[in-house]
């Protein structure tokens, strides 16, 4: 079922592609290839929403190996910091491998591998069995771990074992997914220096760690060389119980007790006889020394060898076993650990400990707990910690950035602050988060981009460096001046984390162009962009960021500036949002299931014709409107490369056909009428869809600021409107009151995205 659901998005998204290709929809040049991928990626998201199916519940395939990016979602990782740590350590000829959540919020599913810091994977890893996760051969067996199961983990240890005779550097690397959309790629350990080693995985690997170990003589698990030893390992609600005995045992038995002393214990027997190795329960009485069998229950024997002088059985236990009447519960209760070994056995039981016997004084603890040390919290937007950038903001600084209000809460994703010297010239500071590549400071005459003198800060091949540029737009292009360093000089920079920092000096007057731009006496709009990539010998467009001053202003005066304001931008999301989400719904649901819920007649016509025509006609209303002020904001085309321009103006036009057929439309009862109905359904359709589809799109432009939860809502809208497609098709009964229910939650959704929309960047909605 799943494997058919993935084979038809993979149909339907190659249709979709094609089509693109083709150029039924847009031009090839228009669509470049990262477009598709990411319209793929979109696609992909849709039809995640329609089939409810879950990405990989069962664990990452063998095609995330390499890169380890996992192929689900608007897959964009991360770019905030991990809330997740890869920690390791090493032990004796192990790694203890430990993925861990720091701030509690926990991950459905991952990836590991161990890797040498050139990228080969190497090593393997020891599960247990019946863990919630499995191994993967990427490149050799078991060299990658995956979950098996979309279950919420916290915390996971795991054993590595490095490649015989390996010696070298080894990084951990791994792919953490908290939820569909939210994951981290490429999240790494540090970097742990191997020793060569030849012995192969014994008992000792992972004591402390993820077993609990006892043996003796003492000090022995330390040293490895135990005569009797024992390592525990919790799984829930099995245990793995290990135990060996040298000295050529004949049995080794590890006893469960109330007390440090022989008598009642639950004890797991390892037996040689016969040249094979058994478990068996017994229970324990004293005076003579005897345990006594007990049928079978509740052991079962993993693995059992006798080598030289060694006897070893790993052996799981249940959590909880009833012997003699009495319960055992090891996940409630503590118990003194016995070890007893001795050298020979009866068909039917074992004899007197004669080698060995070891009581814990104590009563133990079996789950190991270790304490991770916690990378130290990463202060974020907290006002009390002053950010020296924003000091003098507002008094000898004119600091500008955006999201709007930012440099007075001093988190800005982009910022410039720009100082007077007096002398001649002016200092620029820039900044941006996100792992941006290149911040950008314009000097503008208006609030348009091109035609602007920009002082590029990019960190490119040889790091950072401050550039002059020129922009021109469609494509949007910032080109670097002949003299690149043009009146400006760098004093400072830094990249540091996923921040970079720039501080530039600047002439008060350049000729930039064949124009003048004099600091001192002109004014200018300021703007700041952000971009995440940069090619050698420019900066890629702005899809980080870009604000742009609403007013002209005199770089001298240091006084708060403000942005151009964004509410034609908000008013095109909220008036299509009303008009797609909201009438047309509606309209288009009256005419298909109502036409005859009402009697009588409304304005003159049947009560369904006028509420399909007002509902409709507000649609095409708002549409119209919202694609207006959209341009007027823009003044002109998008220079965002995302499909949402394009699939906007399909709708647009869609709209204007729309109510032609209607209104030519023959009289009932005339043969062409169907042709015409036909015509106006799947007109009206069409438009419908690809206005949702453009929504969809309209998430990730930068203009809109939107958060990525808001596919969630549209995805509720789709699933709302398909839903009470089905439901009115298959039922007649109930239809007015499935009508109010309908537009409560109709309503309830279209107020959310209305308010998401008019609120953007800030999300109401917590988080
Ligand atoms: C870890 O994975 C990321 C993402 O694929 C990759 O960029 C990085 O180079 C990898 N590190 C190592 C050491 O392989
Ligand atoms: C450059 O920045 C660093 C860190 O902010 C600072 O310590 C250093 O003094 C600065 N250098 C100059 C020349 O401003």
Request: aromatic residues 10%.
């Amino acid at each position: 079922m799943e494997k058919s659901l993935k084979k038809t998005h993979l149909l339907i998204i190659r249709f979709c592609i094609c089509t693109l290709e083709k150029g039924h929809l847009v031009s090839p040049q228009v669509l470049k290839l990262n477009e598709i991928i990411h319209l793929n990626m979109k696609l992909h998201l849709l039809l995640f929403i329609f089939s409810t199916t879950r990405a990989y519940p069962d664990g990452a395939p063998i095609a995330v190996c390499n890169n380890l990016a996992p192929l689900h979602g608007s897959a964009l990782t991360q770019q905030i910091t991990p809330p997740y740590t890869l920690y390791t350590e090493p032990h004796k000829n192990v790694i203890m491998v430990s993925l861990n959540s720091t701030i509690g919020s926990g991950f459905k599913g991952f990836i590991i591998q161990g890797r040498t810091p050139n990228g080969t994977i190497v090593g393997s890893f020891k599960l247990p069995d019946g863990v919630p996760y499995h191994t993967l051969d990427c490149s050799g067996p078991d060299d990658s771990v995956t979950h098996s199961s979309p279950a919420i983990k916290n915390r996971l240890d795991l054993i590595w074992l490095p490649p015989v005779g390996y010696e070298g550097p080894v990084i951990f690397n791994s792919t953490v997914v908290h939820d569909f959309s939210t994951f981290w790629v490429g999240l790494e350990s540090e970097e742990i220096h191997i020793k060569k080693s030849s012995r192969a995985v014994s008992l000792y690997d992972g004591c402390g760690m993820t077993k609990y170990c006892h043996g003796s003589p003492i000090d022995c698990i330390e040293k490895e060389n135990c005569k009797i030893a024992v390592a525990v390992t919790p799984l829930g609600d099995v245990y793995d119980f290990e135990i060996k005995a040298t000295e050529n045992a004949a049995w080794v038995g590890v006893g469960l007790s109330d007390d440090a002393l022989m008598g009642n214990d639950s004890v797991i027997e390892c037996v040689k006889e016969n040249g094979t190795v058994n478990t068996y329960m017994s229970w324990t009485g004293i005076n003579p020394y005897r345990a006594t069998r007990v049928p079978k229950k509740g052991v079962l024997l993993l693995n059992g060898k006798s080598e030289g002088e060694e006897l070893y059985c790993k052996v799981r236990r249940a959590a909880v076993t009833v012997v003699q009447g009495v319960t055992f519960d090891l996940k409630k209760k503590l118990y003194h650990i016995l070890l007893a070994s001795g050298s020979t056995v009866t068909p039917t039981s074992v004899t007197y400990h004669n080698l060995e016997c070891e009581a814990t004084p104590d009563p133990q603890v079996l789950e190991v707990n270790r304490n991770l040390p916690q990378p130290s919290p990463q202060v974020k937007n907290n006002s009390m910690v002053l950010d020296p950038f924003y000091q003098g903001c507002g008094s000898s600084k004119l600091c500008f950035g955006f999201p709007e209000g930012c440099v007075d809460t001093q988190n800005c994703n982009g910022v410039t602050a720009v100082t007077s010297t007096g002398d001649k010239t002016f200092i620029f500071e820039v900044r941006a988060n996100q792992n941006a590549a290149w911040v950008g400071v314009g000097l503008s005459d208006d609030t348009r981009m091109g035609d602007d003198s920009v002082i590029e800060c990019v960190k490119d091949v040889s790091g950072m460096n401050a550039y002059m540029s020129w922009t021109g737009i469609n494509p949007y292009r910032a080109t670097r001046l002949p003299d690149p360093h043009l009146g400006i000089q760098l004093l400072n920079s830094s990249s540091i984390d996923d921040t970079i920092y720039c501080k530039v000096r600047r002439n008060v007057v350049t000729i930039v162009e064949g124009r003048t731009f004099d600091l001192d006496h002109d004014m200018f709009h300021l703007m700041v962009a952000v971009g995440s990539s940069v090619q050698p010998t420019t900066v890629t467009y702005h899809n980080l960021g870009v604000t742009c001053s609403a007013q002209k202003l005199s770089l001298t005066d240091t006084s708060n500036v403000h942005s151009k304001s964004t509410i034609l931008v908000r008013l095109h999301g909220v008036f299509m949002v009303i008009g797609w989400i909201g009438t047309v719904s509606l309209g288009t649901i009256i005419a298909r299931f109502y036409k005859d819920a009402w009697t009588g007649t409304l304005l003159g016509y049947d009560v369904w014709f006028t509420m399909h025509t007002v509902f409709t006609m507000l649609t095409w209303i708002l549409t119209v409107v919202g694609f207006i002020l959209i341009f007027v904001e823009l003044e002109g085309w998008s220079a965002e490369s995302n499909p949402h321009a394009i699939l906007g103006t399909i709708t647009t036009i869609l709209c204007f056909i729309q109510p032609i057929p209607a209104y030519f439309r023959p009289s009932v009862g005339t043969p062409n009428r169907h042709i015409f109905n036909w015509f106006h359904w799947i007109v009206g359709s069409g438009a419908h869809v690809i206005a949702i589809v453009a929504m969809f799109f309209a998430v990730t432009l930068t203009k809109a600021q939107l958060n990525e939860q808001v596919y969630y809502i549209l995805g509720g809208y789709v699933i709302l409107h398909v839903l009470v497609h089905i439901i009115l098709y298959s039922t007649f009964s109930w239809r007015r009151s499935i009508l109010g229910v309908y537009i409560l939650i109709l309503l309830i959704i279209m107020l959310i995205l209305v308010t998401v929309v008019a609120m953007a960047p800030q999300w109401p909605f917590g988080q």
